[in-house]
Each structure stands twice: as structure tokens, then as C-alpha cells.
């Protein structure tokens, strides 16, 4: 049980366009969700927490406007990188809860995907 | 501010041998603490995690830690490591009533013949 999921797996794009990452949570509906951004060789940074049905919260010095979440279902937040760049190329780890934000429950990763800019 | 040093990038262990992986945290408040690993091309999974009960916790696959509030550690031991053990290892503080985790910056585990 409490399996996440993601989609794609990596994907290439150009510099400039936008790219949509899928997180689902297979058979539990998460409250809440996170994502993550791994670099190479670094511990994993929170980019935003997110509540199924409202506004994301996002961490300091992450951009709002170019990191776009939207957790419309229990099952289901995407992250959409928009006018990605060389630098947005990373790799992206989402998490999910059955609990909401505030509450204390184990986090459920998903297997993460990563992005390259060219 | 809570923190976590996990003081070693790199062990190497010959299999069937101990395992012991580092870490130390900070934390103003009493911590939760876990221990996650990382396969490649696939999630984090959750290892083990303390919230206050037993100081001494056993997880999965035989791994086990203990809280040591004297010298805020939360090292990662096994008795006797698997060539299927090799892995990055991430020791994660949580404090407080939030979700927010903060992790380390891991720990490759690599297991030789």
C-alpha cells in the first residue's frame, strides 16, 4: 500500500517551453502534497506544500509563476515548469499524505522525475 | 532551525558486514526523526522513524537506530549488510506539528563481495 506515482519518468525539452509532471497517489487519497527538487550529489529541498483544493504554499525563494501546482483531486497534483531553463533541470520528487499539513503523517514518495533543458 | 548532518558521503562495507551510517541533527524542539533510502529509479522509502516512544527503533530489512538526545544522534545500524543494501541513505527531522521535513544531504552505501 501507500503508493506514489509519477509521470514522466524524465523528460527533455526545450528551452523556453513548459513541462506538466503528474504525482498520483495509487490507493490512498493524499490530503496533501509536496514537491522536491534534488541536484546531484544534495539533499532534497522543498519547493511548495500543497492541499488538495486550495493554494499551494510555497517555500522562500521558490518562484510561484514559473513552478505552477495544482492539486485538484486527492489523487492527483501536477507540477508544470513554465518557460523552463537550463537551470530548471533537476530532478523532482513529489510526496503524499493521507493527513493534512499540520498533522503529523509519514510521507509516501514518488519515484521521481527528472528534467532536462536544453 | 532544525538541521541534519549525515557525516559520511560515502561508506563502503564488504557483505556480511556491519553497517553503521552517521547522523546528527538539530533541532530546537523534540524531533521526529527518519531514516529513508533511495534506490535508483525508484521513491524514497521509509526505513524506520522516531517520534518519541522507544529510543531504539527497528525498521525494515533488519535496520535499526537509536535516539541519543545526549549527543543528538540518530546513527543507522545493521548486523550484517546484503549487496541488495547498496543505496543512498537520507536521515530526515521533522519538528514540531508540521509536515515540513528537512533532509540530509545522504549517504551512498555501496556493498562489496
Known sequence: GAVVSQHPSRVICKSGTSVKIECRSLDFQATTMFWYRQFPKKSLMLMATSNEGSKATYEQGVEKDKFLINHASLTLSTLTVTSAHPEDSSFYICSATPGLAGVEETQYFGPGTRLLVL | ?113
Open chain 2, 1 to 113: 532551525a532544525q538541521s541534519v548532518t549525515q557525516l559520511d558521503s560515502h561508506v563502503s562495507v564488504s557483505e556480511g558486514t556491519p553497517v553503521l551510517l552517521r547522523c546528527n541533527y538539530s533541532s530546537s524542539y523534540s524531533p521526529s526523526l527518519f531514516w529513508y533510502v533511495q534506490h535508483p529509479n525508484k521513491g524514497l522509502q521509509l526505513l524506520l522513524k522516531y517520534t518519541s516512544a522507544a529510543t531504539l527503533v527497528k525498521g525494515i530489512n533488519g535496520f535499526e537506530a537509536e535516539f541519543k538526545k545526549s549527543e543528538t544522534s540518530f546513527h543507522l545500524t545493521k548486523p550484517s549488510a546484503h549487496m541488495s543494501d547498496a543505496a543512498e541513505y537520507f536521515c530526515v527531522v521533522r519538528t514540531g506539528t508540521a509536515s515540513k521535513l528537512t533532509f540530509g544531504t545522504g549517504t551512498r552505501l555501496q556493498v562489496t563481495l
